[in-house]
């Protein structure tokens, strides 16, 4: 038998590729009588004594699992478990990777804010929602302007107009003590947004080895 230094290491995963509390019994850990046995490529061999078991799994130079405790008999896989607890935590971590989440970004701004920073408070806001971010939007009033909050008001409502086809309000302009506060949402999905953005560098990557051929055409060519 192969040792499981190696197993116990791995995140721990049911047959059916679902988390479970605990590893699973394994080989000689196994205590029962009789096991209800799958074959390696998922064939099922009927009730055999535990005996039987482990010694298919030595012949098949396999480990044998149990995959549900609870059945009577258990029922138990013949499979190589290394192989298959590293594969599933391979599989989990890249699931990790490629999960969206939602984030919120947060873009302040000043009631008499002028055009140029406008602009570029724009450009930020218009990024986040094409990479599927939501956006907090405060504007901070100070001193006499606390007095004009329809400054406020009226400059976020020219914000959603200008990235009404990237973004919506998702929360409406409230006062907030001394700030005022709107929340837009992204038209996207955030995972649709990251689909597009490695289409998008996939394509610029494709372009610029495309420009890179003709070059090393023509030095060969001279050659």
Known sequence: MRRYAAVRQALAWCNRGGPISAEPRINDRIRVPEVRLVGPSGEQVGI????????????????????????????????????FKYESAMKAREARKNQAHTVIKEMKLRPKIDPHDYDTKKGH??????????????????GREQSRPELGYRLLQRLAEDVQDLGFVESNPKQDGR???????????????????????????????????????????EA
Do not use: W
């Not at 506060?181 to 999905?189: D, F, N, T």
């Open 48 to 83: 055999v004594p535990l005996a039987k078991a482990l010694e298919l799994a030595q012949e098949y130079d396999l480990d044998l699992v149990e995959v549900a405790a609870t059945a009577r008999p258990p029922v138990c896989k013949l499979m190589d478990y290394g192989k």
């Open 179 to 221: 700030n005022m506060i709107m929340v837009l949402g992204p038209h996207k999905k955030k995972t649709e947004a990251m689909a597009e953005a490695r289409e998008a560098q996939a394509a610029r990557k494709a372009e610029r080895q495309g420009t890179s051929a003709p070059a090393d055409a023509d030095e060969t060519a």
């Open 125 to 142: 806001v218009v990024r986040f929602l094409k990479q599927g971010d939501k956006v907090k939007i405060t504007i901070m009033f100070r």
